[in-house]
């Protein structure tokens, strides 16, 4: 793509959830539970040596940690790399992320995810901060993003409501 524009976004997302604040943060900090709500709930993974040329998935939560995976979706191979810089337990996490697609650098973004003690239960606040690079989706990325990012929150919703009921 010839294309070389730069769009710039930040937005807050917020949602209330019925959990403490260790519930919904242990939400994030095991890949079994992210697994089951997180971008990749009802997407192929690429797992293993070779997939999308990029090798096995990862998943290392602890300050200065990797997350790693590639995923397929409507023909088009995406990578997710975050690197984890600031984990707070049952309070904060700051992390940034870059997203390719077919190879090709999309954005990069810096997310603060605040857990929120509110009475018997939680308030998320989702801070996001993207650069999306190279006119890829062009100027609806940015709202591309925060939609994808609320149903992710949903997906969280619906996994806390389930474990919940266990």
């Known amino acids: 793509m010839n294309d070389h524009a730069v769009i710039h976004d930040t937005f807050t997302l917020e949602r209330r959830y019925a959990v403490p604040a260790a519930v919904v943060f242990g939400a994030f900090a095991s890949e079994q539970a992210k697994d089951s709500w997180g971008v990749t709930d009802g997407v192929a993974p690429l797992d ?16 200065g940690g990797r997350e790693f995976f590639t995923m397929q979706m409507d023909g088009t191979t995406y990578r997710y790399d975050a690197r984890y810089y600031d984990i707070v337990p049952d309070r904060r996490l700051v992390y940034s992320y870059e997203m390719y697609a077919d190879g090709q650098r999309i954005s990069v973004s810096l997310a603060t995810i605040a857990f929120i003690p509110r009475g018997e239960g939680t308030l998320l606040a989702w801070t996001e901060q993207g650069t999306f690079l190279d006119g890829h989706l062009g100027a609806d990325a ?25």
Do not use: C, H, I, W
């Open 48 to 63: 293993g040596p070779g997939a999308a040329g990029e090798g096995a998935a990862e998943f290392n939560f602890r300050v």
């Open 142 to 166: 940015p709202a591309l993003r925060k939609s994808g990012t609320a149903e992710m929150l949903d997906g969280l919703a619906a996994y806390l409501q389930r474990e919940s009921a266990r």
